[in-house]
Structure formats: C-alpha cells, structure tokens
C-alpha cells in the first residue's frame, strides 16, 4: 500500500494551489515521487503574464537546478576510473593554470564542492559571450582564485558549469550537453530535460517574469542585489537559452527532476537503470564542505559534491530537514530533493523569479514541509 494516498494527495494539492492563487508565480508544478512511484504530479498556472495554460509537460527555466546534471557526469567518469576526486584539473586540462602556480592546486572535488577559490569573474557578466563554449573555456582558464583553493566555501555560480563541462569534454571527449544527455536524461527517461535548447528544439519554454517590490508578500531589504526583471530578461533571451550554460540553464520539468532525485534516493537505480552505484552517490551526496558565512552567498552553506545538504535553518529542504537530505535550488523557488531515507524525490518548479533569499525559500520550504508531514502520519 502506498504511503502517499488520494487523501494525502488532494491535501498537498491545496496547498500548491494556494501558492497560485495569491499570486507568488503565474505558474507551478511539483512533483514527488515515493518508493520509486510518482504520486504527485500537479501543474497549474499559466506559461507567463501572456500564457497558455501550464500542463506536467510544460518545460522550465531550471537554473541552478542544471548543477547537479552536470555533476553525476563526472561522478560517472570516477567510477569508470578516467579522473579521480583528489585529481588535479591540470591533469585533465592542462592549460587551466600554470605549473606550480596556487590555480594548480584545485582538485576536481574542490570544483565539485565549491571550494575551488574561483567563484566568479568578469566573464559571469558577459551574456552575449555564454553561447560561444570557448570563450568559456578561456575565461576559466584566464581567471585567478579569490579564495585559497580548499579552504573557503563559496558558490561557483555559473563557474561551476564552465568547469565541470570542460573536465567532462577533456575526459570523456564528449561535449557536457551531449554526455549528460546520453548518460543521464535518456536511460532515466527524462524527457523533457536537457542543458539549453538543443538542434531542432522549438523554443517552447514557459516565459520568465521578475516580480518586483510592489509584487512581493514583504519587504526582505536588498537581498542577492540581482533586480528579478534583469534575470528574467537575459533567461527569456533565445540565445541565452539555446547556450550551453551546465551551471544554469538546464530546460525541463518538475516530473523529470523528481524522478532524478528518486533514483538517487534508491541509491542509483530506479525502474532497472542505475545511473551510479550506491557508494558513489553516498560520496556524492554527504556534506564536503561547511560555512557560516559562504563567500558568495553571505549565509551558512553545506555543499556536497554537486549538491547542497540539508538541517541548515535557512534552506528550502523543509522546517525540519536532515543534514541527509540532498539537492539543489535554482532561482525564482525552484527546487529538487532527495531523501534516501524516506526513499522521496521532490521537485517544485515555477516561472516567476523573486531573487529575495528569504522569499523563495520560504515558499519551497512550506511544500517541502507539507510532504514531510503527511509522509509521517
């Protein structure tokens, strides 16, 4: 007998619809799945100010949520022995930095678990430069460390993509979108997900919309101090979405992240397919790195390898969540979720960006909670 029933459903169902009815997105969907079946899958909303009706099929601006995609590409190439955790980038990309240099010293578990020291340069900036992957690549190899590698945590916004790509390509000889899309999206049968729009792909995604102050439940001061209606414009822009950005334009659904994060969950495999095995994603999945005071977020931090963990007092896993827990947010209260305890993958998705830490978080975690809660009774 399931442990997630009609009754259970149509509970959580009234909490997401209450999200869209004050208003927090034009439109939603969320996702669960438990024991390796899904049992929620709701959509409601429209695709934008202008929109159609959002549908489970509805593809998404994933943002950040793209990280952890791009991440078991590399846990995969560990396991078939072709780079190692502890490596060097340098030995796999030779020309990232300089022999001897402090750049040198920057392991692929650093760049996983954001302690690399290179969380941000001018190249972030350079939106009309995102879809030329070489640039990227020069601008990765150009840059110089803010912090010492390994010692200080701090969130490699779109850095993180740019790395774990190149190492990805320089490893496997394949382009990241094309690895991940082989590797991960297709034997899991994700398929609505992909990084950035590919060949062939109408633009079909659910328009973006920045909510500004007089939009907002409150006042949370300045918070990230990246204005909603800018983020909305650059990731409305084709272009931009049909760049392969691996840190942050992921494109897909709520449905097709869930069902990720179930199958790492069940350690790895879910309906025959295993993605990775057990003990890679326990690696994978525990706390790496700690901080109160992460040097690009400026709040506490847990970084996995790839992911973020939970039992923080500021995430999005829930009121009560465990340092256990895994996933990752993306911008404007997207956010996925593995329990491998409880054996759920979660996945909330919207279209509306609301930069405000407080605000998104807030919202995620009161779904996240409500799952929780009927799990337990």
């Known amino acids: 007998m399931t442990r997630f029933d009609e009754a259970k459903r149509r509970r959580l169902e009234g ?155 320089r490893v496997s000889g394949e382009r990241i979108e094309d690895y991940v899309a082989a590797n991960v999206f297709e034997p899991l049968g994700m398929d609505d997900t992909s990084i950035g729009l590919r060949d062939g792909d109408t633009d079909d995604v659910a328009t973006l919309s920045g909510f500004e102050e007089f939009d907002r439940c409150r006042d949370v001061g300045e918070g990230l101090g990246i204005p909603a209606a800018d983020s909305a414009a650059a990731f409305n822009d084709e272009a931009v979405k049909r760049a392969v950005i691996p840190a942050a334009n992921g494109i897909g659904t709520a449905r097709d992240m869930a069902r990720f994060y179930a199958c790492l969950a069940d350690g790895g495999e879910l309906d025959g397919t295993r993605l990775l095995e057990e003990s890679t994603v326990e690696t994978a999945t525990q706390t790496h790195a700690e901080t109160d005071s992460d040097g690009t977020l400026s709040r506490p931090a847990r970084y996995a390898l790839g992911f973020w963990t939970g039992g923080l007092p500021n995430d999005m896993f829930g009121t009560v969540s465990r340092e256990q827990q895994f996933g990752h947010a993306g911008l404007g209260s997207i956010f996925g979720w593995g329990d491998a305890e409880q054996n759920v993958g979660f996945a909330y998705v919207t279209n509306g960006i609301r930069e405000e830490s407080y605000e998104h978080a807030a919202r995620v975690n009161a779904l996240s909670d409500a799952v929780q809660l009927l799990l337990a009774e």
């Open 15 to 169: 909490a997401f619809e209450r999200h869209l009815a004050v208003g927090l997105h034009h439109g939603a969907q969320l996702a669960v799945y438990v024991d390796g079946e899904l049992v929620v899958d709701f959509a409601g909303g429209v695709t934008g100010p202008e929109g159609t009706e959002t549908t489970s099929e509805t593809r998404h601006l994933l943002f950040s949520c793209t990280k952890p995609f791009a991440a078991v590409a590399l846990h995969q190439l560990v396991e078939t022995g072709e780079l190692g955790y502890d490596d060097p980038v340098v030995d796999h990309w030779p020309e990232f930095a300089d022999e001897g240099s402090q750049k040198a010293e920057i392991t692929v578990r650093q760049v996983l678990g954001h302690t690399a020291g290179v969380p941000y340069g001018e190249f972030d900036e350079r939106a009309e430069e995102w879809g030329d992957w070489e640039a990227a690549v020069e601008a990765m190899e150009d840059i110089d460390p803010v912090y010492e590698p390994g010692e200080q945590p701090a969130y490699h916004t779109f850095n993180f993509g740019w790395l774990v790509g190149e190492l990805v390509r």
